[in-house]
Structure formats: structure tokens, C-alpha cells
């Protein structure tokens, strides 16, 4: 998709700093990193967000995040990692095409990803739990 920063960037189009490739997608650093390493895992195809993956796609691209991950441990020190992936504007999609953040962690680092804790009642709580269970 030509208006796609993502699919540009696979293209060659726009310049990336790629850290990793396979057949089917590549890592790269993202240009705003939340701390030093910070990547983006860009299938090569254009699919909007996690609802129009299938599941070996889904595997593929997960799996390719834990190597990062654990290469930002190994070779940047990293003492963890946090793996984001948003779907939909509401949730803080920017670029619509499917990609996962792997954002290393160093220890007295910020806080990168927080929510604020709420505290339902429990009957809300179980009515949530039949909503997302029920088969109507
Ligand atoms: P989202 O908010 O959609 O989950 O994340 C999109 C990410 O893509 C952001 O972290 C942003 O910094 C990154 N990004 C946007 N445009 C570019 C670009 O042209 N190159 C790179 N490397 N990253 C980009
Ligand atoms: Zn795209």
C-alpha cells in the first residue's frame, strides 16, 4: 500500500536501521525508541492488526519478537523486555499495519507502559465474565 509508512519501509522506500529479516517480516528500530533498542517487528504483508492474522502468523511474528528480546538481553544489556502490540486507534494504533513493539528494559529505568488499577464491584466483574462467554 503506497500510503503505508510500514509497507514504504519494507520497500526500501523509507530508510530503516534493520536489525533482523526473515521471509516474512523484518525487525526494525523505531524512529521515537521509549528507551535504547527499542523495535518494531513489520510483517512484509499489510494486514491491518492482530484480527486479520492467521495463527502461524501469528506464531511467526511472536517468535521473531522473543529473539529480539532476548538479543536486547544479550547484546545491550537489557535486564527484561516489554512485547506492546495495539490494535485499533482506541488502543494507540498509529501506523494500521500490524507490527509488535520490543522494548528492552534496563533496571531504574522509567516506567514505560502503566494503567491505572480500578476496583469493580464483583457482581460487575461476573457480568463482564458472561458477556465475554456467552454464545449469543
Ligand atoms: P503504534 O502507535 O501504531 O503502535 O506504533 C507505531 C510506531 O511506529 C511508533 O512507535 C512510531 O515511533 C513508529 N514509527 C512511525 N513512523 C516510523 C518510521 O518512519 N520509521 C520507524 N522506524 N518507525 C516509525
Ligand atoms: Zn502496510
Avoid at 457482581?123 to 465475554?132: D, Q, T, V
Amino acid at each position: 500500500m503506497d500510503n503505508c509508512v510500514f509497507c514504504r519501509i519494507i520497500s526500501g522506500d523509507i530508510p530503516s536501521l534493520r536489525v533482523y529479516e526473515d521471509e516474512e517480516c523484518i525487525a526494525a528500530l523505531d524512529i521515537n525508541p521509549a528507551s535504547p533498542g527499542h523495535a518494531l517487528i513489520i510483517p512484509k504483508v499489510h494486514k491491518k492488526d492482530l484480527t486479520e492474522l492467521d495463527v502461524p502468523e501469528i506464531a511467526h511474528y511472536f517468535a521473531a519478537a522473543r529473539l529480539i528480546g532476548e538479543r536486547q538481553m544479550e547484546k545491550l544489556g537489557a535486564d527484561g523486555f516489554n512485547v506492546v502490540q495495539n490494535n485499533g486507534p482506541a488502543a494507540g494504533q498509529t501506523v494500521l499495519h500490524f507490527h509488535i513493539h520490543v522494548i528492552p528494559r534496563y533496571a531504574g529505568g522509567p516506567q514505560i507502559a502503566a494503567w491505572k488499577q480500578t476496583e469493580p464491584d464483583p457482581g460487575f466483574l461476573r457480568e463482564i465474565a458472561e458477556r465475554l462467554t456467552s454464545e449469543a
